[in-house]
Nanobody, 115 residues
Framework: QVQLVESGGGLVQPGGSLRLSCAAS????????MNWYRQPLGKERELVAT????????TYADSVKGRFTISRDNRLNTVYLQMNSLKPEDTAVYYC????????WGQGTQVTVSS
């Protein structure tokens, strides 16, 4: 079955950086676009970034453009989210997602940006 396991979250000061990873299994990873979402406490989940199956195309939410970079390694079945210049408003649980006749989600990883 599809499994997505996120890692790399934590506490970071404003202006700092974090790199999230999502290890995928249970499906043919290099066939699918992959997504990162985030959900701040008490708010709705929002799409942060998407990468196509072959990494040619990436899209970002306006709020993270120029600061976040999504990438993937199809040999390792892993998708990454490099987050730079972090702001307190980036604080959220970050989720990896793939759509295959339905949405699949990881357990999420908490990112807290605070001084």
């Amino acid at each position: 079955q599809v499994q997505l396991v996120e890692s790399g979250g934590g506490l970071v000061q404003p202006g700092g950086s974090l790199r999230l990873s999502c290890a995928a299994s249970g499906f043919t990873f290099n066939f699918y676009a992959m997504n990162w979402y985030r959900q701040p406490l008490g708010k709705e989940r929002e799409l942060v970034a998407t990468i196509s199956s072959g990494s040619r195309d990436t899209t970002y939410a306006d709020s993270v453009k120029g600061r976040f970079t999504i990438s993937r390694d199809n040999r390792l079945n892993t998708v990454y989210l490099q987050m730079n210049s972090l702001k307190p408003e980036d604080t959220a649980v970050y989720y990896c997602n793939v759509y295959d006749e339905g949405d699949y989600w990881g357990q999420g990883t908490q990112v807290t940006v605070s001084s």
